[in-house]
């Protein structure tokens, strides 16, 4: 990766409209993937000095800044209370501990990166997304928005509901990316399914969904789901075995959160 300069913004306001100056200016959060992919820019505008790492919540909704890091999200005791502390499992499971006190979860989540266990974990629960300038979506509908938004993701807002959650990340050692992750969860006397790494990215299994809240058996669903998907071969796995997991997977989560 390479930048012609740094700059670190007063307010958010400031660091939108820097962000608009060049098509080459970029953000950086926890940069490690930024770093990754390699490409040159013009201006990295560091959004660290604007109070967007902070967890607050009140009686409804849970907030998370976009500048909190996967350490801090995963050891907070307000997202360990979500579904049985499984959304905060998820993130445990992404790389050891030194990368999760860099990577931030707003990074991981704005990225859409196919291989994130962040959002697979977080398709378990209700989230909106709140961007800068004002700008508020869903995260299943970001998944799916084609284009990028022009905006500034400032912080990730969670419904409190009670429920129980199951996360799957299946990987050959313990630092590996996933080779694919399944996130099940029962909310509200719902069911909702979520499958990446496919190795694309989580998304709702809409119609194995909407089969397992009618009540049909829970390999049925399964297999609906894993139909569902479409699955791609990859260096460390083939399309067939990740179809084949996934449904497995799928099948064991929904019994975990129905005891």
């Known amino acids: ?12 306001e400031d ?41 607050e919540e009140d009686d409804k909704v849970i907030k998370v800044g976009a500048m909190v890091s996967q350490r801090d ?6 997202i360990n209370s979500l579904l049985g502390g499984t959304v905060a499992f998820s993130t445990r499971e992404v790389m050891g501990p ?11 989540v704005y990225g859409r990166y196919p291989f994130s266990d962040v959002i697979a974990g977080l398709l378990m629960l209700d989230v909106d997304l709140v961007f800068y300038p004002e700008q508020r979506m869903s995260l299943a509908d970001y998944i799916s928005y084609k284009g990028k938004v022009n905006g500034i993701l400032t912080s990730i807002e969670i419904k409190k509901e009670k429920g129980k959650g199951y996360f799957k990340k299946v990987k050959t050692t313990a630092l590996d990316f996933p080779l694919l992750n399944i996130a099940v969860s029962k909310r509200n006397g ?3 399914i979520a499958v990446g790494s496919r190795p694309m990215v989580a998304s709702y299994a809409y119609k194995a969904m909407e089969a397992a809240n009618e009540g049909k ?9 894993a139909e569902e998907y479409s699955f791609a071969d990859s260096q460390n796995i083939s399309k067939e075995y990740r179809k084949d997991l996934a449904s497995v997977y799928v099948r064991r989560g929904l019994e975990e959160v129905s005891k």
């Open 1 to 12: 990766m390479r930048a012609s300069n740094y700059y670190k913004p007063t307010s958010i």
């Open 15 to 55: 660091a939108y409209s820097k962000l608009q100056e060049n098509p080459k200016n970029v953000l950086l959060a926890g940069g490690l993937w930024l770093k990754k992919l390699g490409g040159e820019y013009e201006t990295l505008i560091d959004l660290s000095s604007l109070g967007l790492d902070k967890i």
């Open 73 to 78: 999200f995963e050891n907070s005791p307000i």
């Open 98 to 108: 030194a990368f999760r006190n860099m990577a931030t979860v707003g990074g991981s």
């Open 190 to 192: 719902k069911y909702y």
């Open 217 to 225: 058996p829970f390999d049925e669903v399964a297999k609906i789901a």
